[in-house]
């Protein structure tokens, strides 16, 4: 029998780490000069003439659909599993509010440790950043979805915040390449993170619990509400940290645009996959998204409204076309189990997100960006003020590679640790069972209509004749 | 036997439609100035200090409730139905998916092409008055939910939308008419839309899926998320538009005030019909909306806060005596089946809307305004610089007349073309049910409680015997 | 047999009431400044060069946050109850829907009442307020959920609200005591005013409805939804009447800290808590929310990052605490029956909140704060410009005092008046029982698979032979 007794060491992880946040941040982290009430003298040294200015009112509201993209969005589009509701959603709350912790540390070493003060200063933009990296960690969790305890999903948080704030600070400081909406930062990376993950963890006789696999009416429903905030607020995923004013606005727009374009052609390969062409709810909650993410690099570039549509428009294609075709081979063939399917809402879309990326960026010319807006757009300053446009795409490729290589090489050394038989995972048929973890009321006498319970007594009468 | 093979028709439309959205936006649609890289340019050029200025900050929060309304909030509402959510809220996405696209073509046509250079430029508020369009069509299918296809509802958005780019050209452009939240050209419109639709797609033995019909338990707590979304967001929704500063902040609180005082007339009149004095789910879901569709147009007067509640007031007593009076009549003799009840939630309180836009128009002065102030909101400048409040409201109500009859002429051709036989509806006995259009897992073997297996177990023993 | 017809009762109070508040609202309230058409004047005189300074822009987004903590927040918190959804989001609805109203008036008169016109003037911040008033009302709710009549739930409500303006004027103007997230105001006062009704309606047989008690599956879920939107707002909630500009930006980010670190705690002591480290929903759905309580108070000060993290570790042990540990006691020995645990959501956290409040602004200094941080933060103006940070903390402990006082004394005085036999409440064996005041339609029929209908049928026909 395998010992699912977590009363030890989820307890103990959780209070440690906890513990480990406040030492740490009471040691590096300080309010940044807009959050600090020193604020009314920093604004009259920089001629701030209203509050309007500072960069709260720029970035909260995004922040917020942000944050209600991570805890709802990720959180119930993993409903969708007939029993594994509550970890679904109670673990990514969990791991979601360690990770968040987690990356303002690693982010704010490696991207804003203020050298004269060993500080780290945080702002509205840090917590974005800090979802922004819990993102990854989610999109992993996707793969493993119950087949894992939260112990491991903690580690496996741990190390993913690590690795995301190493890759991000490789890709975005010293490539400079441009990422706001984080198709390889985020999606990619975490993607292949969780694919690594899972394949380490393979589980030959995964068919055990067969019976908790796939959604109830019900829990399909529970799961559309996740799709459909990370729908809706995915334009502000990518417009987040993009530069004020026409950056955010264009990234906005880009993003709505290329959504709309996904569902169409999702649904249009989901009707073509079957006989009858009825619609698969696992293509609506999951290819719909696609779009959000190929746009990540894309989304504050000049791609123009009709560049959006297209990326839209093959998205939808390809990742509902990865739910039919090529998850069940990724299962068979390269024993890759993936429980929500990341590769085709995540991986696939993160790496076309790059490319597509890469070529806008090569593509950029001084007659469609103005010569001042190509400048801002690429941050073409300082040490990269004389780069061109066609290496800027060539470091969009490179920083690709980067998101991949982290996630499959992170993927492989944290799937061996995982491995380790200490961490309380369930036995192969138990997977999918939120009995594990969770204290679940019996519904038997309740969910029992009143007029089968009269027949189950007629039932045992008869038995007993 | 009636085919319901959408497996051809479904993909085709959606390629075929996508196609052209990408190759006409190809031709018209460009970033405005504030969203285009070149702002760096115009911004200075028009002495704007702060990026804070770009329209993006003003209408970005609106828009994003907004999009919650249209997705969230228009599919949550109508998962009522026991076995219809899957067809409520992904094909409310479908739609509102492919109508947001085609509603920004044809409002740009209408009312935003510049003449020089044939583009339309598209930012933000072009972005809102596309989902509000699509909220017109979204009503629409609220009257023929559960008895059409996706491909019929895909059609009825396509002419949906394009009537309302007329609709909404000659009651706003032409006539001058101020319609902010759409009481006339949104609720009016698409309400009678889908009604006469309905009424042409009259079908007289709709009670053989009467089984069907109704709401269990938990689907009617799933409307509640799409209720209650609409209701909180709808002071976004009509100070979506409405002029930066006083207007937009004048429109929330008339609309956040009227919306609370519906809440509880719709009570009081729900409690009074029942012998009991039992509240009705369908009330609280429906009618508590229905006055903050009466203050569409007025929510950006001076139409003071007791105005609001008073406006309210009648709509939730007036809405709710619909559902249990009205409703009825209509399916009995005027052989009009409503599924959602949209004559009682938008058609009746968006003709009260557009009469209380008319009186209040009428009644608005100097003393109450102020000189620059009645200009502005009625934007009496230009051709219309001499026009007498008076004389405005004659054209709101003009407008109120537009719109009803684009509703239902509109919905009378839209009917016909529907009626076709190759659209692949269902049949009368196979309506409100999800089975038609989606693959829907069997739940028998799950949700039967062991016991019950058991029971089911011996039952067959004992027939056996 | 106890009567719970509200047929009369409640549609008289809806109507009655709603009245009431029009002709209130027609001689007391009117648009302020910001929200009325003359502010093109009133901008150009305060030489205000952008619209975008109008406090709508400031305050709105935060503002929809809190209303969606309000409607979806409370209401679907407390759906987790397995027939009582209903009556959840239902009567949360109606009671916020009139509290609102009231709360403008009742703050207004006490706040805000303009001496020279006699008028009340509202904008943003009055609505933020409203609703902050109607959150200690909801609060109350749910110590008596399930066991009470809307009706006495509308006059809970009224005499909370009415109660809650004046102590806020006690502690917010006379003692000038801080407390923007309102730690003391709003929860210590709802938290205690709820306990203490709920203890003069003390039903010593609640145990003949037990059958109704506890969740199921799915109820679990929606209440998921509520602890979600609650937990991912509260910093928005904790910012929404603080300073414009860093206070903002600094009680979001504290909030935001406070937060993540009580979910780890929480989970903690669930784990702990059952013999195989289980988690318990209960705790996860309630305690992980504790943090947000608790720095109401301090989270405009300059408590700092690493001491928000303390305030959320000690908030999610102590909290989850009270589920296991005080809960019971309270009822078995104190005869508080307690549905939701508000005592350990809201009274503890609460007081906890007041306490840090108290201490961290009797530790603030100059140095941390500058100079005219100092006087920004605790508003040191006017009569109060002499006023050291030890004397406002002193002032900061009575205030909450003073809150548990008027709870106290005003929940006695609510709860005698609310055993009157003239409300409608149910029996004791109907109690967390939708069907007394809902419609609730049979689904009998339609949950049955068809395989068990086939079976009855069987076995009727066995019962015949």
Chains 1, 2, 3 share one sequence.
């Not at 960690?137 to 690590?162: D, E, N, R, W």
């Not at 490319?355 to 001042?372: L, M």
Request: some cysteine; hydrophobic content about 45%; proline content about 3%.
């Amino acid at each position: 029998m395998v010992n699912t007794n977590i009363r030890l060491t989820l307890p103990v992880v959780c209070f440690v780490w906890q513990i480990a946040m406040i030492i740490l941040f009471g040691v590096f982290i300080r309010y940044d000069e807009e959050s600090d009430t020193h604020w009314v003298e920093t604004k009259a040294h920089d001629n701030i003439t209203s509050d309007i200015e500072n960069d709260f009112y720029f970035r909260y509201p995004s922040f917020q659909d942000v944050h209600v993209m991570i805890f709802v969005g990720f959180g119930f589009l993993m409903t969708f599993l007939k029993r594994y509701s509550f970890g679904a959603v109670g673990f990514n709350f969990l791991v979601a509010s360690f990770g968040l912790q987690w990356a303002l540390l690693m982010q704010g070493w490696f991207h804003s440790l203020d050298p004269q003060t060993g500080k780290i200063f945080i702002g509205v933009e840090s917590l974005i950043n800090a979802d922004f990296c819990v993102a990854g960690c989610l999109i992993a969790y996707g793969a493993v979805l119950g087949k894992v305890s939260p112990v491991q999903l903690l580690v496996m948080t741990l190390f993913g915040v690590t690795l995301f704030a190493v890759e991000e600070y490789i890709i975005l400081n010293l490539l400079h390449a441009r990422d706001a909406g984080g198709s390889m930062v985020i999606h990619t990376f975490g993607g292949y993170y969780g694919l690594t993950i899972s394949w380490v963890l393979y589980r030959p006789n995964l068919n055990q619990s067969k019976r908790m696999q796939g959604s109830v009416y019900h829990s399909d429903i529970f799961a559309m509400i996740g799709t459909l905030f990370l729908w809706m607020f995915w334009p502000s995923f990518n417009s987040a940290i993009t530069d004020h004013g026409d950056g955010q606005h264009r990234a906005a727009i880009n993003t709505y645009l290329c959504l709309a374009s996904t569902v169409l052609t999702t649904v249009a390969i989901s009707s073509l996959s079957q006989k009858t062409g009825k619609l698969d709810m696992v293509h609506i909650q999951n290819s719909t998204l696609a779009g959000g993410v190929a746009l990540g690099t894309a989304a504050e570039f000049m791609i123009s409204p009709y560049g959006a549509l297209i990326v839209g428009f093959f998205c939808g294609i390809i990742s509902t076309m990865g739910y039919i075709f090529i998850s069940p081979f990724l299962e068979k063939t390269l024993k890759i189990q993936d429980t929500c399917g990341i590769h085709n809402l995540h991986a696939m879309p993160g790496v076309i997100g790059g490319i597509v990326g890469a070529i806008t960026a090569a593509a950029a010319s001084e007659s469609v960006y103005g010569k001042q807006g190509l400048i801002n757009t690429f941050d073409f300053t300082g040490d990269f003020k004389d780069r061109t446009v066609l290496t800027q795409g060539g470091y969009q490729a490179a920083g690709m590679c980067v998101s991949i290589v982290f996630g499959v090489v992170g993927g492989a050394i944290v799937g061996s640790i995982l491995r380790l038989p200490i961490w309380g995972d369930p036995a192969d048929e138990n997977c999918f069972d939120d009995e594990v973890y969770w204290e679940v009321k019996e519904e038997h006498q309740e969910s029992i209509p009143p007029i089968l319970e009269y027949n189950n007594h007629m039932i045992h009468k008869q038995q007993d004749l």
